[in-house]
T-cell receptor, first 115, second 116 residues
Framework: NAGVTQTPKFQVLKTGQSMTLQCAQD?????MSWYRQDPGMGLRLIHY???????DQGEVPNGYNVSRSTTEDFPLRLLSAAPSQTSVYFC??????????????FGPGTRLTVL | AQSVAQPEDQVNVAEGNPLTVKCTYS??????LFWYVQYPNRGLQFLLK??????LVKGSYGFEAEFNKSQTSFHLKKPSALVSDSALYFC??????????????FGTGTQLKVEL
């Protein structure tokens, strides 16, 4: 198993540009989520999905969009990039989103810089 | 909302000595607690979790954590530190979302430095 994969590893955008961060998992996990990591703030949840066709907002959803058309993929779209979105983005997955005892597995991250 | 606190930004320890990375939690209901480690320019790797049962939880790479309900703590420990243990460690707690899903609420992280 490749686990959770993310592309690209690095990206530089100009303010106002849009882009999609890709996330895929091959573990047949129902639950997938996106976090951003900023210095001194730990990780904060952006959006999550408890299954194909179902998405919901996390703590910091503004400026981001998601969709979940398949179990495997959970792309994160930046609609109009802003410097405040400079961060490291992590995708995570687990068996289910219910109960909350399942271990979440993280991808290697995408380092995004918005100029 | 659930929360965890990691009171130390950095912990320094000599190789071969025991190490402790501290975490305290604040939850309503039963706490589901996790430890993750992050090596430079890498994603988070799961170390261990406490759901219920024994207060001493054993995990990967020789790490263990002690759950203490009266002190609301979940400290990460290792009997003998290695230089290769140097990394950023995160404590996390399961939090329920209004939409029915769940998330991990992370602490701010503790940088562990193990020196020769």
């Amino acid at each position: 198993n490749a686990g959770v994969t993310q592309t690209p590893k690095f990206q530089v955008l100009k303010t106002g540009q849009s882009m999609t961060l890709q996330c895929a998992q091959d573990m047949n996990h129902e639950y997938m989520s996106w976090y951003r990591q900023d210095p001194g703030m730990g990780l904060r949840l952006i959006h999550y999905s408890v299954g194909a066709g179902i998405t919901d907002q996390g703590e910091v959803p503004n400026g981001y969009n998601v969709s979940r058309s398949t179990t495997e993929d959970f792309p994160l779209r930046l609609l109009s990039a802003a410097p405040s979105q400079t961060s490291v983005y992590f995708c995570a997955s687990s068996w289910t989103g219910r109960g909350g005892t399942d271990t979440q597995y993280f991808g290697p991250g995408t380092r995004l810089t918005v100029l | 909302a659930q929360s965890v606190a990691q009171p130390e930004d950095q912990v320094n320890v000599a190789e071969g000595n025991p190490l402790t990375v501290k975490c305290t939690y604040s939850v309503s209901g039963n706490p589901y607690l996790f430890w993750y480690v992050q090596y430079p320019n890498r994603g988070l790797q799961f170390l261990l979790k406490y759901i219920t049962g024994d207060n001493l939880v054993k995990g990967s790479y020789g790490f263990e954590a002690e759950f203490n309900k009266s002190q609301t703590s979940f400290h990460l420990k290792k009997p003998s530190a290695l230089v290769s243990d140097s990394a950023l460690y995160f404590c996390a707690v399961r939090d329920i979302l209004t939409g029915g899903g769940n998330k991990l609420t992370f602490g701010t992280g503790t940088q562990l430095k193990v020196e020769l």
